[in-house]
């Protein structure tokens, strides 16, 4: 069967398959992730695969109309997110006009509101909720012999002028069973790999996972919580190191693997295990990773030994009552062991800081920022809590009165910015706006970082790249104030 995964035409550069998709100010472009493993799995069944992303290769709606006319799939699958979600449908509702195919949504925002996506996209078959890998693969099998949507699990469809919805579909136990997303990139994504950059990891960069979900339960965060679930599910070590070295091997122009499990470091022994395979194998690759602020100085010792150069953490509150109503489960005295160590191991950091949460006030802000000075990771960034369908946190926001608006166009700036949308009675949502631009004026230029950064890429020349393209586009956004649009609704 011909099959089209598409990462839906919008905003240039808007990176769909974020945790918190949007249009950065650090030029950040995400790899389709997850739509590159369904690819894999699809492609593994014996189907005729394309995979377009769309904002890689700077297509339009129409181009992409084309592109998938001219392929006459049966088969097209649509990634949706909450920002974005009215121009996805459309998009969609273009596509079934000009193909005729069977049009399937995915993504946290058709996961999260199925039947309501459904409902106002007439043009849409179906929903694959949650981890869509196998249930697109199930969904496949059951088209081609024109089977009923009934034995799909997973799956939210018509029928009969009704939204009918099947059971949950299990959760993929043997993630070795997928194929390497490496390979799939090398088909479908080779000629724009340069265009996936993250502000901080050297360039070219390329994402794999090593595991899926989180055993943590933060309330914000909506891959747990929406498409992944909170078993954390391994691949194993053997696995991933052939997947870096075939990485190494195929595309020798890449300068890093980021690891995008949710958070590597929560298994130890894994971790460790992981390391010992990449020394072992004597495999020379710069690799980063998602972590918890919990990882011991041994452990962080032997990453980096083997090859390991950052680590993205999220700290999101130098207020201990805000991180306990988030169900961080993290202590603020973890938080400055885990810096102190990480320096000594010689891992850089990259902070995440995220304001508007359950407990914050004016307090609160002042304490974060005072943090985030005193810990002075190598990159920071600082944004307004983003609440998305599906999480505790959209739930706690729209409960208590906190939600500006159900419009979720708002949900991004024309520009496709972050925009918040949480305004609380201790700190409203242009206070939190401002907070986050004034945080990120003061933490880069202070005089001692600013030197620090030359000191780097002096002493660091391959860093230079990663430095200058990121401080270029962070610039535009530092000397502003974010003006806070409005609408109808909002006010």
């Not at 690819?39 to 297509?59: N, Q, S, W």
């Not at 949650?130 to 496949?140: F, N, P, Q, R, V």
């Not at 933060?218 to 052939?242: F, I, N, T, W």
């Amino acid at each position: 069967m011909k099959i089209v995964l598409l990462n839906t035409p919008f905003l240039p550069m808007y990176s769909r398959a974020s945790r918190s998709p949007a249009v950065t100010k650090s030029s950040t472009l995400y790899y389709p992730l997850w739509l590159a493993y369904a690819t894999g799995v699809l492609e593994k069944a014996g189907h005729e695969v394309r995979l377009i992303d769309a904002p890689a290769f700077d297509y339009s709606k129409e181009e992409v109309c084309r592109i998938i006319e001219s392929f006459e799939p049966r088969l097209v699958v649509v990634d949706t997110t909450t920002g974005s979600i009215q121009n996805d449908l459309e998009v969609a509702a273009a596509i079934k006009a000009r193909s005729g195919a069977f049009i399937v949504l995915v993504g946290t925002h058709a996961t999260a509101l199925p039947e309501e996506v459904l409902e106002q996209c007439p043009a849409a078959d179906a929903v694959a909720r949650g981890e869509y890998d196998y249930i697109l693969k199930s969904l496949a099998e059951v088209l081609g012999r024109d089977g009923g949507l009934a034995e799909v699990y997973g799956l939210t469809y018509r029928q009969g002028g009704e939204i009918k919805t099947n059971p949950v579909m299990d959760k993929i136990e043997d993630l070795d069973e997928i194929p390497f997303v490496a390979e799939v990139y090398k088909r479908h994504l080779d000629p724009v790999i340069h265009r996936y950059f993250y502000g901080a990891n050297r360039h070219p960069v390329m994402t794999i996972v090593s595991g899926r979900g989180c055993p943590y339960k933060c309330c914000y965060c909506v891959y747990p919580q929406v498409m992944q679930g909170h078993k954390y599910r391994l691949r194993s070590v053997e696995k991933v190191v052939a997947e870096m070295v075939y990485i190494r091997e195929t595309f020798p122009h890449v300068k890093e693997i980021f690891i995008e499990d949710d958070t590597l470091t929560v298994n130890k022994a894994r971790v460790v295990a992981l390391c010992k395979e990449i020394i072992k194998r004597k495999l020379k690759v710069t690799w980063s990773a998602n972590s918890r602020a919990q990882a011991d100085l041994e452990t962080l010792k032997i990453m980096k030994k083997a090859g390991c150069r950052l680590l993205c953490v999220g700290y999101e509150s130098g207020d201990q009552k805000v991180l306990d109503a988030l169900g961080k489960k993290l202590r603020i005295e973890e938080i400055h062991e885990f810096t102190r160590h990480a320096k000594k191991a010689g891992i850089l950091i990259h902070g995440c800081f995220l304001v508007g949460n359950p407990g914050e006030t004016k307090d609160s802000l002042r304490m974060t920022l005072d943090m985030a000075k005193k810990l002075n990771p190598d990159t920071a960034q600082f944004y307004p809590i983003m609440v998305y369908p599906g999480t505790r946190a959209y739930h706690w926001a729209k409960s208590n009165g906190f939600l500006l608006t159900e419009d979720f166009s708002q949900w991004l700036t024309p520009e496709g910015l972050h925009h918040s949308v949480v305004s609380t009675p201790e700190v409203s949502r242009e206070e939190l706006v401002a907070w986050a631009d004034n945080a990120r004026r003061e933490f880069y230029l202070r005089p001692a970082f600013v030197v620090a950064k030359i000191y780097q890429a002096l002493r660091f020349p391959e860093e230079i790249s990663r430095l200058s393209r990121g401080f270029l586009s962070l610039i535009k956004f530092i000397f502003r104030h974010e003006k806070v649009n409005e609408c109808p609704s909002c006010k």
